[in-house]
């Protein structure tokens, strides 16, 4: 149990497959007590209840681009919890990738969108919790990002940036927040996994087994992704901030592989 006490936010959990849906289960089976959100047009498939159900968790809907909507979370979570322990971000959309635009080709206010949701939400809510002052001391935020923001993946178009920017602003919030409250602020570099967001990227099932077959460990699945946060999460990683920390079986490290090479 060794969230037994500490209470969080998870974002993102959109049905079973979701990163954050195991995630939620995981913090729960540490002794964690959660609240979840989503999107409000997420919740119209409400399937979230059932995680809700599983975990005793209450659900606030909240689009993580309106201050406003994150404010009402947060004020539901102090209300609930007092001060935080952690916070999951595990949101990500492109207008472009959705609508299979061309990197060369892209519309530019679906690229505000796509920074918007899937990058500046974190920024906004660490703003909000930082300006409100919400989290406990060592507290813990990780948001999920993807080894694009390094490397070049042709069909990931404008995802990588905002992959790129979300590092960044864990990295920079990391240093102000670890000043004033000894808040730590990570990104978790995932493997590929099958769920909406992942399966929304063309080609990911010949991605998918790319990397498998390039990482010595094989992909990291959800569930493993899910333990790893969990750890970020507890008092055993206290002194590790503001990193981007692949968790992909040693792809990101591997340059040719046996069983590639055939
Ligand atoms: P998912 O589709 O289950 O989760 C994405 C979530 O973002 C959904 O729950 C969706 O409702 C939420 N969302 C979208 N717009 C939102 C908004 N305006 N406000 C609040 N929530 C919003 O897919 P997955 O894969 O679990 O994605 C979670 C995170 O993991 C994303 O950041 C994704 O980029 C990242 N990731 C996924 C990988 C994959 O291959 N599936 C690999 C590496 C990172």
Redesign the pocket.
Known sequence: MILKGKKGII?????E????WKVAQRAHAEGAQIMLT??PI?MRMGEIKKLAEQTGAQIVA????SLEDLNKLFDAAEAEFGKIDFVLH????SPNIRKEKPYTDLNYDWVNKTYD??AL?LHKMLHLLYQRDLMNEWGSVV????IAAQRVYDKYTD?AEA?ALLESIARSFGYHYGLKRKVRVNTV??????????GGIAGFDKMYDFADKLSPLGNAT?DECADYCISLFSDYTRKVTMQNLYHDGGYSMTGMSAELMG
């Not at 570099?189 to 992942?198: F, V, W």
């Open positions: 974002t993102g959990a959109l049905d497959n979701s990163i954050a989503n999107a997420a909240a689009d993580a681009t595990s949101i990500g959309m949701v899937s939400s948001a999920l990002s993807h995802m992959k570099s995932q493997s590929p996994t099958r769920t909406t967001a992942g959800a």
